[in-house]
């Protein structure tokens, strides 16, 4: 099984970034424990701060992977863009945040992905793509 993680803006900076909000662990090395406790899963993972590249790395990855897993972050509530992306492939998303959208300021209550997601996973911290990983098992 393939997966890949795409990661959007400022999640380069958890373990530094509001660690109340999103804990005290940097992605690259919950991506390596993720690597270990699921050694029969191909993972690959990129993130970017510009809309435009998430919006490619999600195109690109049609038809290549068994299933991708968004956090699209700050782009989820106003990327129009990137919904039409996860619309337009076939290939099934997961929609993952590690905060929960809807205990926080109401513009985070919106997502263009949603509809067009496999699913949502969101406000279990980091696990939240351990549960986005179990739904393709």
Do not use: C, W
């Not at 949603?114 to 699913?119: F, I, P, W």
């Not at 911290?125 to 351990?130: E, F, I, K």
């Amino acid at each position: 099984m393939k997966l890949r993680i795409i990661n959007g803006p400022n999640l380069n900076l958890l373990g530094k970034r509001e660690p109340e909000i999103y804990g005290g662990k940097s992605f690259e090395d919950y991506f390596k424990d993720l690597q270990h406790k699921y050694p029969s899963i191909e993972f690959s993972y990129i993130q970017s701060n510009i809309e435009g590249e998430l919006i490619t790395h999600i195109q690109d990855s049609d038809d290549v992977y068994d299933g991708i897993i968004l956090n699209a972050a700050a782009y989820t509530h106003t990327s129009v863009g990137i919904g039409d992306a996860v619309a337009a492939i076939g290939t099934p998303v997961i929609e993952v945040h590690i905060s929960n959208t809807f205990t926080r300021e109401e513009f985070r209550h919106q997502s263009y992905i949603s509809k067009y997601a496999k699913g949502v996973v969101l406000g279990f911290g980091l696990q939240s793509y351990d549960l986005a990983i179990q739904s393709f098992l």
